[in-house]
């Protein structure tokens, strides 16, 4: 292992046996918490899967909230998500999560006092904890941990892009990876849930288009849109919560006209950010939809973890 993978990882240890031991001691919310989390940096898939997830709770009409931190927010302290607000004040994906899913949506650096808020105008509901499985300052009652494919080939950060070493699913409730993937991993079967993916196009939608992302790992959405059959007359890469600018919209634009495009297409996680720019027309969204396997039976172990009686869908 590289040497700063390995004193990232010897930090990592040491501050989970802390938590282990008792010498750290994780806060607890008055209702259950669901976290949902990886082990590598991003492009796991943790929003449509929170969405997912959340859909599954609503058909046995199980009342929660999600908790995040709001990653790159331009705001401090604690907020309730106003789907049709600012996305620069709450961040894109609570934004995006609070736009599918109609529940509240709470963001604060320190999850603790998101869930107490949440807890005071929203009482009795569960909550779901975004990206919250090294997060340990907030207790649990379930840990899901979703998986990336080359994720158990991977190493620590800087060098790799895992947070922690496999080993560290120990801690795992259940483990998710895409039903395709085939690898050993150091949990029971009975923990290990299966989910699948797939784009969602609208109809009608430009036939030569502009396609472009901000987000984590975007060749597999390119190479999605084309498995569609759609014609891409250019590509444009965006780092990860990119903000969008004036400027990046006329870039879009000029790149169109030299393609010869006839519109735009991009992820939901960048429409959310695009609403106040209605020069890009027409902009198709591409949806991603994760479908977990075998869905009620996994709501139901989940539910007997929590001792909730499951009611009927």
Known sequence: MNPLSSIFGAVAGARNALYDRGVLRSRRLSSPVISIGNLSAGGTGK????I???KLLQARGIEFDVLSRGYRRQSKGVLIVDPDGDVAMYGDEPVMIATRLGVPVVVGEERFLAGRAAEAKFPGRLHLLDDGFQHRQLAREFDIVLLAAGDEQDTLLP???LREPLAS????DAVVISEEMRCALPVEEGKVWRVRRRLVL??????HPVAFCGIAKPEPFFEQLRAHGVDIAAKIL??????FSL???AKLKKTAQEYGADGFICTEKDAVKLRNFSQLEPLAVA?????????EAVVDQMLRRLRLCPKPA
């Open 47 to 50: 929003t449509p899967f929170t």
């Open 247 to 249: 400027r990046d919209v």
């Open 287 to 295: 949806r991603l939809v994760m479908e977990i396997v075998d869905g």
């Open 169 to 172: 699913l120990s801690r795992a």
């Open 238 to 243: 965006f780092a990860d919560h990119h903000a």
């Open 159 to 161: 060098v790799g892009r």
């Open 52 to 54: 997912a997830m959340g």
């Open 202 to 207: 609208p109809e009608p939608r430009p036939l």
